[in-house]
């Protein structure tokens, strides 16, 4: 599949088609790993079963992948969440965006695999070269903002500090892949929300902030819930 982009080069910007045949979502991604397991824990309480081990990888269909202004959902418990994207070409040709992996919550009681693949993938199309921002990686922030009857609120706020890097991230899917990565997407997992639970609005919008270069990448879409026609 091939997805079309803008590439922000510090000098100038280019379109970029990335094709790509693989994508995977990672989670539980926090470099605190017992702030990990108490955030499991916390979820678990509302029903959301504990991972065997983590991080944890979960393959996405491809065709899920949207840069869409409004994604049609079923039903009202579903939110999205922030999170950087690495797409990889090869080992020395990977590019940074600024995604966010909506999921059925209701769904994800049951089972979090499938709770993934009912919701879009959602990437803003402007990216980075990774290699542009490596030296301060750290530094990056992630912000989301949900809004909910009409207002505004901050949902999620961190520096990538808290969670994977991209060299963790890459060697821990190339291990459980045991492949090279070549023509991937790889989502990289979350921020823990500033609300302590899920909201579920009627629009989600995220930014990564790179103050160094004086720059940001953005995304916003509407989320329009489908109603069931028929009684099960």
């Known amino acids: 599949m091939k997805i079309n982009l803008r590439l922000h080069r510090k000098d100038r910007t280019e379109t970029l088609d990335f094709e790509y045949d693989r994508m995977i979502n ?31 990888l979960i393959p996405i269909f491809c065709h899920l992948l949207s840069c869409a202004p409004e994604i049609e959902v079923f039903g009202h418990e579903t939110s999205g969440e922030v999170e950087y ?18 999921t059925d919550r209701h769904l994800e009681e049951v089972d979090i695999p499938r709770s993934k693949q009912i919701c879009p993938n959602i990437i803003c199309r402007d990216v980075w070269l990774l290699k542009d921002v490596s030296a301060h990686w750290d530094n990056l922030m992630l912000r989301s903002n949900v809004i909910k009857d009409g207002k505004q609120m901050l949902y999620q706020e961190g520096p990538l500090g808290l969670i994977l890097s991209p060299a963790g991230l890459m ?59 028929s009684e099960f």
Request: with cysteine; charged share 25%.
């Open 171 to 229: 060697e821990f899917v190339r291990s459980s892949i045991q492949e090279p990565l070549r023509n991937i997407i790889v989502f990289s997992g979350t921020l823990a929300t500033v609300t302590g639970e899920f909201v579920f609005g009627e629009q989600f919008s995220a930014e990564l902030i790179d103050k160094r270069l004086c720059r940001r990448l953005e995304l916003s879409y509407r989320i329009k819930p489908l109603e069931a026609l």
């Open 85 to 102: 994207v690495l797409l990889i070409k090869n080992e020395n040709e990977i590019y940074v965006g600024l995604g966010s992996d909506h």
């Open 26 to 56: 990672a989670g539980y991604v926090g470099r605190n790993q017992d702030e990990v397991r108490r955030h499991i824990h916390e979820l678990s309480q509302k029903g959301i079963p504990a991972p065997k081990t983590t991080p944890i």
